[in-house]
């Protein structure tokens, strides 16, 4: 009998469990468990959730900042709001009620969103479909098979965006991938130059096996746990631009879709619309058997984002960079990601 690395076990759950019968409170904290299985840079995880009577408050954790890759806290803002907005996906996938209001007001330090449950007649049937899809979805590093996304899907996936106030840019053809391809190429470069992202990178790598329940393990990568920390050692003493580079090109010249999320401006509640959409984004495409990963390193790079912008939505601001597809046949899906223990996210009001 094969074991289920601690790492599966947040993400396998039980849907007939929710308390029905519950307290109100009850039901908010079992949703988190759903909540907490959203994306996040160097997955830290960078959320805690203020849990009370009958809302949910999404606090970013600032110890859990990445300092040299996202200095202002924009993707973690878009982490918590992303992690928000499938909180909320999943409470009316319980046939439940609710609302979802950015930065309350009055503010509140490093709140992110609230989500309130409404005093409302619950529907019956349950939505297995958008819960499944929550606890399927991963982010697939891996080689994607040359099968075009269909072009109503495509349309699907912009229109999911769309009522956050963001523009999903897709794009597919090869002069298209060639340039964003020269991008990446470029970011890896001038990251892995940097001794202090390297540092905070390998920080974050974690083995599955290990007891931090968050960071990048190998696997994910395409190379066995135990290299982990091998790989966390040799990124603190090398620059590995170069060969990054390598191993990032053919995904994107690969990838039958590229995608950039965008917005008009670049402010804190322009972040947490577009975590709001990727997290929606995320859930259609994995209910459609598409995969994505992201190559958000030249919205990272500050001299090489207005070069996405002009490349992929001229006079507006790039805030993410995906690919997305259709794992390519004969690769094994990756296991998913490590999730940090409920008790050291949840807080009681």
């Known amino acids: 009998m094969t074991e ?72 973690m803002t878009m982490s918590c709001a992303a992690a928000a907005e499938t909180l ?11 609302t979802l209001m950015p930065q309350p007001l009055p503010p509140v330090p490093d709140v992110i969103a609230r989500i309130t449950l409404l005093p409302a007649p619950r529907a019956d049937a349950i939505d297995y479909a958008m819960l499944n899809a929550i606890a399927t979805r991963r982010t697939v590093r891996r080689a994607y098979a040359d099968a075009p996304v269909p072009e109503e899907l495509q349309a699907l996936m912009r229109e999911t965006a769309r009522p956050f106030g963001v523009e999903l840019s897709l794009f597919e053809d090869a002069a298209m991938r060639d340039a964003v391809a020269e991008l990446v190429v470029d970011a890896d470069r001038a990251q892995f130059a940097d001794p202090r992202f390297r540092d905070e990178l390998a920080s974050w790598m974690h083995p599955l096996t290990s007891p931090a329940g968050d960071g990048l393990a190998g696997p994910g990568f395409g190379f066995p746990d135990w290299a982990t920390r091998v790989a966390a050692a040799l990124m603190r003493t090398f620059d590995l631009g170069s060969a990054v580079a390598r191993m990032d090109k053919p995904n994107v010249l690969g990838a039958p879709l590229l995608g950039v999320f965008s917005t008009h401006g670049d402010t804190r509640g322009e972040w947490i619309a577009t975590g709001r959409a990727l997290a929606a984004v995320l859930h259609t495409l994995t209910m459609h058997g598409l995969v994505n990963a992201f190559l958000n390193q030249p919205v990272e790079v500050t001299g090489i984002r207005p070069q996405l912008a002009q490349l992929s939505a001229p006079g507006r601001t790039p805030q993410l960079l995906s690919r997305f597809g259709y794992l390519k046949e004969g690769i094994a899906m990756p296991p998913h990601a490590a999730r940090r223990p409920l008790d050291e996210v949840l807080i009681a009001a």
């Open 4 to 75: 289920t690395l601690p790492s599966e076990m947040a993400w396998s759950i039980d849907p007939d469990a929710f308390p029905f019968n519950g307290s109100a409170r009850e039901q908010l904290a079992f949703l988190v468990r759903y909540a907490v299985l959203a994306p996040s840079g160097h997955n830290t995880q960078p959320w805690r959730f203020l849990v009370s009577d009958t809302r949910v408050d999404v606090v970013a954790d600032m110890g859990r900042a990445l300092r040299m890759v996202d200095p202002n806290d924009r993707e």
């Open 88 to 98: 909320l996906a999943a409470l009316r996938a319980f046939g439940l009620t609710g």
